[in-house]
Structures are given as C-alpha cells and as structure tokens.
C-alpha cells in the first residue's frame, strides 16, 4: 500500500514560509532553530500527529500561513476551494481531520481565500462552507458536508455592528470580531440590519442560508478600504 | 490511519543485509587499472593505481626576505623547474647592513613553477603522488573502463537507507566519533580523520561540518541535522528526496531527521560493527554502502546473477516505505516529539482512541524500548526491519 501522507503533504514550500510569519501566531516564542527544526520534521513525516497543545498552535499556525501564501496543492478530485460562481467554499477533509477546531479552521480558510480576493458581486458576502471528502472514504453517504454558512458584512468604519434574528434569537455583533451562531437547520432564516455598513449591497434584509455541525459564521472584521 | 483491516503505519526499511549487488571503484586521477573483467578481487588486492596532483602553494618572498623583488631571486637555493623537499633551504639571504640573514625553508616536496620578479611572488606545485586503489571488497570484477577510470565490481554488501543527505559518493575507513547521542562540533573532529567516513552523534553543527570539510573529512552519518544547514547545502530548499543531486566537498546523512535525535539504535549496532573497515556513503542517494568481509561470501557473489550493466538504472527506485497495518511484536522506532527516534516493540494496541491534549483523537500503542515503557498515538511510529 502507499505511504501514509499528511496535510503537510498538500502543501508546496511549507519549510519555506517565513519563521517570522509563523511565530506571529504563537503565544509563547520559542526557539528559532528548534522551529525550523519541527517545521522540517512535519514535512519529512507528515503523516504525525501533535500530542501538545503547543505543537499543535505551532501546526494551525503553520496551516494557517501555508494556505495564505497560496501554497495548497490540487487534491485529485477536489473542487475550487473558492467557487465563486456557486458562492460555496470547500475545505478538504484532510484538514477537518487534522485540525479538530473546526471554526478555527474556517476562519483560515476565509483569511486565505475570501478576504484578500477582488470582489466581484455583492453575493459573495456570503459564502456556504461544505466540507469536501476528497476520495477518502469518510463519509458514507455524500462526498460533500455541508457545516454551515460565512456571512461577511462590510463596515463603513470601527463603530460599525450587525444585528441579526436566527432561529428567532437576536444578536448584536460589533465590527472586528468572528461570531458563530450555532443552526443545525438546513434553511436557515435570518432577518439582518447592518449599521454603518452593508451586507449583500443593503443595510437591511432577510435571507435563507444553510446551517450546519457549524452553523452561522459572521466574519464582522471587513472594513471599507481597510 | 484506520482501514478495513486495522491500524495503518508506515513501514520503513533503513537496513538490507548481505545483498548482491555492484560498487563502483573510481580513480581520482590518470593512471593503469590491474584487474580485467571476470576477475576475482579481495579487499587488499590493489586493482590500480592513479598519480594525484596536490595544487600549489604561493607566497612572498620578497616579503619574506625583506627586499626588493628583483632582488629576492639572487637568494634562491634552486632555479624554476627543479625539486625541493620539505625541510630543504629554499632561499638565503645572509647578514646585511642593519638587517640580520633570513633563511627560509621549504614546508613541502614540490617543484618550484615559477618567480614573479614585478611582485616576488613565488609558486611552488606539490609533488605529484602516486596512490594504490585496493578493492576494498570481495567481489567479481564485472566492467573495467580506463577510458573513466571507473572498476565494477560485484559484492555482497549491507546498505543502511537514511532519511536525508547530500553529496556525492565517496569512499574511506569508516571511524565512529561518538556515541548514539553526542554532539558533534568542530572540537569533535580532528585531522587524524582526514579522508574518513565519520559516524556517531545526535547532530552535527555547522562548525562541525566546516571543519570537515576543511580538514578532508570524507562524510558524516549522524542522527540529526539542523534544517537550516541542510538548507544552505541544497540550495536553500528542503527537498527530500533530492531531485538534483547536491554536493558541498562532504557527503552527510542523516539516519532519524532534523535537529538532535540519537542515531537509531539499529543503524548505531551496524555500522559500530563495521568500525575501521571500508564504507561507501552517497549523500545525495541516502545510502551507506558497507562491504561484506567474510570470504565466505565469495561462492554467493560467484553464483548470484544481477540484471546487465546496460540495464541498470541510472538512478535506483529504492521503496522502503510503504503503509502496512501495525501488530504487536514488531519493531518500530517514533517519529514525532516526545521520544523522537526511540525504537522499541510494540506491546499493545488500544481499542479505542485516546483523546489528546491537541484535540485529536488517536489509538496509542504502547511501546516497550531497553529502558521504558511509554504510549504513543499510533500516528506517530514507523515500523523498521
């Protein structure tokens, strides 16, 4: 059989990214050779696993910037991670099984594929998050799971915050923070109001989105020309 | 990794014992070949010899002599183009007017090449040598091409696979420096292991490999290598295996990954037991080739037929790592922090997994080494031998 590989196998250059780039991510900072060391060792064997809460900070922190620098490899049978023409972003399942902080994971995700991009119409502030079993066998039934769905309003400035009714609860985000709502539901219904800003071109609307193992994720850290 | 059938590790060969198969003898400069094809060899059989150029050597010496350059050359004790031998008076300059005499003597055999009148350089070209090229193995000669200098020979051998190197293939007495877990630095290396393949330690430092180098160390097998010297002999990038081989004047291997890590204790034993005797180390290929010497292995050599010449590749596919299901009673060695590179048996395999400290779920196994016993996410273990 094959040789086991890894989520560091995905990636083109890992041993490459900027020590400074990873460390920025760490509480506490640790050695620059013994880093660089780890960093090496995950790439010779990527098929280990952390057993620390530091290393895995060090392997989130690591995955965080790989994907940022537009590193990641094309999986046989993947999709797009972006499809910008569905608004869907798909994460293969090898990172759901190797980052178990799901949330955390998405937000990686966002920062790499969604918040740098051009935008190019007023739907892709919103985003259905589908876990993509890329030939793994994982899941029984669907090579797709959908978790839920990224709502990126867009703020005019740092005061700005959205209020939204989900599942009949209301909540108020403030600008500059990432919100999860849990939903298990489906169709989701969401009635919004965005103060000093927008989302999907208005300050006010309701919307039918999908929910999840997630749910709602609102990503409020936008800021016009920011 | 879980499949239908249980546990899945990887299984890593690092060592193939006693096989058959052919080493190349090179000359390292022009000279005759003894040997003929078909022709039997034992290791202290000299199959040719080769003369060597050691360079030149240039100095001042009008410097030296404290005079002017068209001066110096009055007070040279032999003309370009003959010999003088190390000890030997090479230019005089007796007592003057404020100025006591200057002697100079030569520091080596060489022939004087040439004098600079307009700068009082002087250059001064080794003697060339002339080296002996013993076997080094029982074997068959099966090729002899004088037009390389290259002698194929077939022989039995034990191959050690590394992990990582770099270099090209080199040749010398293998001499273990330290134990499984040493450091080794420039201190450790001297110039009595000139031409050696050295052995032994956890990590090599950067002043470690420089002094080698400097000194003709021939290469170096150890546990680890920090990441960033590996990078600055590969040109900068961490590529494994190499896809272009890479060569900085040493060939070095590492046998368990970046940073210290006790050389594996499988690989320690082996090579322990070839101490003093004749090694083959190609960096670029992570393999350490050592010759058998039992002269019993001759009749095997004789009767083992290997693939023609022309057939063999130019680079050999070596799979030593495949995904195999883990049981209990094999030898494994792990692969990740903590007990990075201990090796052990495997004792027992959990039923269920274990959630980590990392979030992760994980089966641990437990592993029994000669001292402890600890438990590992399955994960993080290879299986050797």
């Known amino acids: 059989?094959?040789?086991?590989?890894?989520?560091?196998?995905?990636?083109?250059?890992?041993?490459?990214?900027?020590?400074?780039?990873?460390?920025?991510?760490?509480?506490?900072?640790?050695?620059?050779?013994?880093?660089?060391?780890?960093?090496?060792?995950?790439?010779?064997?990527?098929?280990?696993?952390?057993?620390?809460?530091?290393?895995?900070?060090?392997?989130?922190?690591?995955?965080?910037?790989?994907?940022?620098?537009?590193?990641?490899?094309?999986?046989?049978?993947?999709?797009?991670?972006?499809?910008?023409?569905?608004?869907?972003?798909?994460?293969?399942?090898?990172?759901?099984?190797?980052?178990?902080?799901?949330?955390?994971?998405?937000?990686?995700?966002?920062?790499?594929?969604?918040?740098?991009?051009?935008?190019?119409?007023?739907?892709?502030?919103i985003w259905t998050v589908i876990i993509q079993d890329v030939n793994e066998g994982v899941f029984k039934n669907s090579q797709n799971i959908t978790i839920g769905t990224v709502l990126i309003p867009i703020f005019d400035n740092n005061q700005g915050f959205i209020t939204l009714i989900v599942d009949s609860k209301k909540y108020q985000i403030k600008q500059g923070i990432v919100t999860v709502i849990p939903s298990k539901k489906n169709h989701c219904h969401i009635e919004f109001q965005v103060y000093e800003g927008k989302m999907l071109g208005v300050n006010e609307g309701a919307i039918e989105v999908n929910g999840g193992d997630v749910g709602i994720i609102i990503d409020a850290r936008r800021v016009k020309n920011g | 990794m879980v499949n239908s059938q249980g546990l899945l590790v990887n299984k890593r060969i690092r060592i193939i014992?006693?096989?058959?198969?052919?080493?190349?003898?090179?000359?390292?400069?022009?000279g005759n070949i003894n040997v003929q094809v078909g022709e039997e060899v034992n290791p202290p059989d000299i199959i040719a010899q080769y003369t060597i150029s050691g360079g030149y050597r240039r100095f001042n010496l009008a410097d030296m002599l404290s005079c002017d350059p068209y001066e110096a050359i009055k007070y040279l004790q032999r003309q370009v183009g003959q010999r003088i031998y190390k000890g030997e008076v090479l230019a005089y300059k007796p007592n003057m007017l404020l100025q006591g005499k200057k002697l100079i003597v030569s520091p080596m055999d060489g022939v004087i090449d040439f004098y600079d009148e307009n700068t009082g350089e002087l250059s001064v070209s080794f003697l060339p040598k002339t080296v002996e090229l013993p076997a080094a193995v029982y074997g068959i000669v099966e090729m002899v091409d004088s037009s390389r200098g290259q002698i194929v020979i077939r022989t039995q051998v034990t191959d050690i696979v590394g992990i990582l190197g770099t270099g090209k293939s080199r040749d010398g007495i293998l001499e273990m420096i330290g134990k499984r877990g040493d450091l080794i630095n420039a201190s450790s290396i001297s110039a009595k292991y000139s031409e050696r393949v050295l052995a032994g330690g956890s990590l090599v430092y950067s002043d470690g490999l420089t002094s080698a180098i400097s000194l003709g160390v021939r290469g170096i097998i150890v546990g680890g290598i920090n990441a960033k010297d590996y990078k600055s002999m590969?040109?900068?990038?961490?590529?494994?295996?190499?896809?272009?081989?890479?060569?900085?004047?040493?060939?070095?291997?590492?046998?368990?990954?970046?940073?210290?890590?006790?050389?594996?204790?499988?690989?320690?034993?082996?090579?322990?037991?070839?101490?003093?005797?004749?090694?083959?180390?190609?960096?670029?290929?992570?393999?350490?080739?050592?010759?058998?010497?039992?002269?019993?292995?001759?009749?095997?050599?004789?009767?083992?037929?290997?693939?023609?010449?022309?057939?063999?590749?130019?680079?050999?596919?070596?799979?030593n790592v495949e995904a195999v299901e883990v049981e209990k009673g094999q030898r494994v060695r792990v692969i990740a922090p903590p007990f990075m590179g201990e090796q052990g048996i495997v004792l027992a395999i959990d039923q269920r997994p274990t959630l980590l400290l990392s979030g992760i779920n994980d089966w641990l196994i437990t592993i029994e080494t000669k001292s402890r016993k600890f438990k590992v996410p399955h994960a993080n273990v290879e299986i050797i031998g």
Do not use: C
């Open chain 1, 1 to 125: 059989m094959p040789k086991l590989s890894g989520i560091f196998d995905y990636f083109n250059g890992v041993a490459e990214i900027p020590l400074e780039n990873i460390v920025q991510w760490l509480k506490s900072v640790p050695n620059k050779i013994v880093l660089e060391n780890f960093i090496a060792n995950r790439v010779l064997y990527p098929q280990t696993i952390p057993i620390s809460e530091y290393d895995m900070e060090v392997d989130m922190a690591i995955v965080r910037e790989a994907l940022k620098l537009g590193t990641l490899k094309s999986l046989p049978s993947q999709k797009v991670v972006a499809d910008t023409t569905t608004k869907k972003l798909y994460i293969p399942i090898v990172f759901f099984q190797r980052i178990p902080n799901l949330i955390q994971l998405i937000v990686f995700f966002i920062d790499a594929y969604l918040v740098k991009r051009h935008k190019e119409s007023i739907s892709e502030d």
């Open chain 2, 17 to 30: 014992p006693n096989i058959i198969r052919r080493v190349r003898r090179v000359l390292q400069g022009h």
């Open chain 2, 234 to 319: 590969t040109g900068g990038v961490l590529e494994i295996p190499l896809k272009i081989g890479r060569d900085v004047g040493i060939s070095v291997i590492a046998t368990e990954g970046f940073g210290s890590i006790p050389m594996g204790e499988d690989v320690y034993e082996i090579l322990q037991g070839h101490n003093g005797k004749f090694v083959i180390i190609d960096g670029n290929r992570t393999k350490v080739t050592l010759p058998t010497f039992d002269s019993n292995s001759m009749h095997r050599i004789k009767t083992t037929q290997l693939p023609s010449l022309a057939q063999e590749p130019l680079v050999e596919a070596v799979k």
